[in-house]
């Protein structure tokens, strides 16, 4: 998506551009597939930084407006409500922090005050500030926060949907994630992500871009300190003023071969294994009525592959496309949906041969979810049909070492590298989602391809 977002935007500026994808479809890990006669949505839970209709300032609006777009386009319904449950103490939240304010009252109400000097001191944090985006989280919130529960709870669901770095979290990722899930909050498309997708390819090709499929890169061709190419799959040669890579960082210094002159950001570790299960019947009906309630089954938040495990069941995130506030005229979604999301660990599910890896999607399967139904109503004599991705799928579709969901821990803000016309977009240069990715590629067209002349 950031790279259809780039490509877009330089389109407007009659500058030419191709678009490579390595793959038969376009999305990377935000697609959709189908199967068993039913379409699935890949990766898109909600879109986050939503705002409602008229909004001038934040994420959502700068992109609608920077590419061209309604904000009817995208079709947008926001979520019905949200939950953080951990043992004992489960705070609801919405796309209002007001209420989020009143859940903090109800559960901490020692921290009311705490939580207010909380919201003030993020108010202005300025996304692309590389020298502010250090430092640590945990460290921020404990010098404002007092119940160290309350501090695991904020940031559980802030590192679920878009963080690197095993057990911390980087200040300024904090703030970005904050911000995009309690400021402006989740909504969903009823048609689900294709409908983005349909939106962005429509747009760029009709601006003269061009989109090819099954071109993966097999390097990028380098001269001095500039790239003046890429060498395709198949032996075909491009060349280019500017490049942009939406292929992660240490991916891009590999496709120069330029690893034995940098010393490399640490690949990032942290993926997922997803079940997504099909039920005969909506789950409001059987007790789910949130949009997605994060757990954690201790006072302390896990955030790292597991040690010894394919997988690690003791927190994850249950979501329904079903439960957001769709439009009277759409009605409900066909069929009732969950979908479960559990930290894995990607050498050893790279490690399986074929049958030790399917008797292990199933095994995981069961697992994950019966850690799952502690914490929401048990779902499980309702499947009808389920599938399974694992970190093997997210490798194959984005390439990214150890199928990384969110890349390397260490963000290159200004989309730099180490050639002068060879810039990041996507995830390794900081801004992770649909919007975010969306954003990123605006962001690095605008700052790299359109102020400078040459």
């Not at 700068?62 to 590419?67: A, D, I, K």
């Not at 066909?334 to 292990?360: F, H, M, S």
Request: hydrophobic residues 35%; glycine residues 8%.
């Amino acid at each position: 998506m950031s790279g259809l977002a780039a490509g877009i935007r330089l389109a407007h500026y009659d500058q030419s551009v191709c678009i490579l994808e390595k793959h038969w479809t376009i999305g990377g890990l935000n697609s959709f597939y189908r199967t068993n006669g039913r379409n699935y949505d890949v990766g898109l839970h909600a879109v986050t930084n939503f705002t409602p209709r008229g909004t001038k300032k934040g994420p959502l609006a700068r992109l609608l407006r920077q590419l061209r777009f309604r904000w009817e386009d995208f079709e947008l319904s926001p979520q019905v409500g949200s939950a953080i449950a951990f043992p004992g103490v489960r705070l609801g939240f919405n796309n209002d922090i007001d209420c989020l304010r009143s859940e903090i009252a109800r559960a901490f109400p020692a921290e009311v005050d705490n939580f207010e000097r909380l919201l003030s001191q993020l108010a202005d944090y300025d996304d692309l500030d590389q020298e502010n985006f250090g430092g640590s989280a945990r460290a921020f919130l404990a010098q404002t926060l007092q119940d160290p529960l309350l501090i695991e709870m904020i940031l559980c669901p802030l590192m679920w949907y878009g963080n690197a770095r095993p057990d911390d979290m980087d200040y300024g990722q904090f703030c970005i994630m904050f911000r995009s899930i309690f400021l402006e909050g989740f909504a969903r498309p009823y048609k689900g992500v294709r409908l983005i997708l349909k939106h962005l390819i429509k747009r760029f090709r009709s601006l003269g871009g061009e989109l090819r499929l099954r071109s993966g890169v097999e390097s990028i061709r380098v001269e001095g300190t500039r790239a003046v190419g890429v060498v395709l799959e198949n032996g075909e040669e491009i060349t280019a003023k500017r490049i942009l890579s939406s292929a992660g960082v240490i991916e891009t210094q590999r496709l120069c071969d330029n690893l034995s002159q940098l010393e490399p950001q640490k690949a990032g570790q942290l993926t997922f294994i997803e079940s997504i299960s099909i039920l005969d019947k909506q789950p409001k009906d059987v007790g789910f009525g949130e949009t997605i309630v994060f757990y954690n089954d201790s006072p302390h938040f896990h955030w790292r592959p597991p040690d010894e495990q394919l997988c690690d069941t003791r927190t994850g995130v249950i979501c329904s496309p079903n439960n957001y506030l769709y439009p009277s005229h759409s009605g409900e979604l066909e069929d009732g949906v969950i979908r479960l999301t559990t930290i894995a660990d990607y050498q050893r599910w790279k490690q399986l041969d074929d049958k030790e890896y399917v008797r292990a999607k199933m095994w995981w399967y069961d697992r994950s979810v019966a850690s799952a139904v502690r914490f929401i109503p048990d779902f499980r004599s309702h499947v009808i049909d389920t599938d399974v991705f694992t970190p093997k799928t997210i490798r194959r579709f984005t390439s990214h070492d150890n199928g990384a969901v969110y890349g390397a821990p260490d963000k290159q803000l200004d989309g730099t590298t180490h050639l002068s016309n060879l810039f990041l977009c996507g995830t390794d240069q900081g801004f992770v989602g649909i919007v975010g990715a969306i954003v990123s590629g605006i962001s690095m067209a605008n700052m790299h391809c359109l102020r400078d002349p040459g």
